[in-house]
């Protein structure tokens, strides 16, 4: 009997991201899933053009919309995914047949969820001296997830109904904290 290779692949993933934007009644939101030439905690910065020939590739349809990077739970669909002078600018529909996106679209609402984070393969990067980390020149963009703890801090929902502001602020040391906790989390997943 022949013996079957088995290849397995590694998806990484980034908590990081502009916030969404608004959210409509009917479960569209918008908001950015990555921002050019921005560090995160980890350090790595995503340049202009990283995105441009998976989304050729896969188009809007093509790249998943999850809850918190879960294959298991899809969510919804991305209508429009592109890059824009900012950043990975991205429009997505909930589906309310779907009963966690029913949950998201209320946490959405509150303020309680707000963030943005990309699921991907890098295909090139190079180190940043700067900030230590990686430039990431090309990726494979696999899916956008809404979750609850973005790599960048900054990343909040700028626009729903009824926003929220936070009443607490983290350190840095808190912060990088909360980031490693999400990438060990994270890389449960993928293993």
Do not use: C
Not at 42 to 58: N, W
Not at 65 to 94: M, N
Not at 131 to 156: C, H, N, Y
């Amino acid at each position: 009997m022949g013996q079957t290779e088995q290849k397995t692949f590694k998806q990484e993933v980034k908590f990081m991201s502009a916030p969404v934007a608004t959210i409509g009644v009917d479960g569209v939101f918008e908001g950015y899933g990555s921002l050019f030439g921005v560090a995160d905690l980890g350090g790595d910065i995503v340049v202009a053009g990283a995105f441009k020939d998976s989304l050729i590739k896969r188009g809007a349809l093509g790249v998943k919309l999850l809850w918190s990077h879960d294959p298991a739970q899809p969510i919804g669909t991305w209508q429009v995914i592109k890059e824009d002078s900012k950043g990975l600018y991205v429009r997505g529909q909930l589906d309310f047949a779907v009963a966690k996106a029913k949950e998201v679209y209320a946490l959405l609402k509150s303020g309680a969820v707000d963030g943005l984070s990309i699921g991907f393969k890098t295909q090139r990067s190079r180190k940043d001296m700067k900030s230590g980390g990686r430039r990431l020149e090309k990726v494979d963009l696999w899916e956008v997830s809404i979750v609850t703890f973005p790599m960048l801090p900054q990343a909040r929902v700028s626009a729903v109904k009824r926003a929220r502001t936070l009443s607490h602020s983290y350190t840095e040391s808190e912060t990088r904290a909360i980031a490693r906790a999400i990438r060990h989390a994270a890389a449960a997943f993928v293993n």
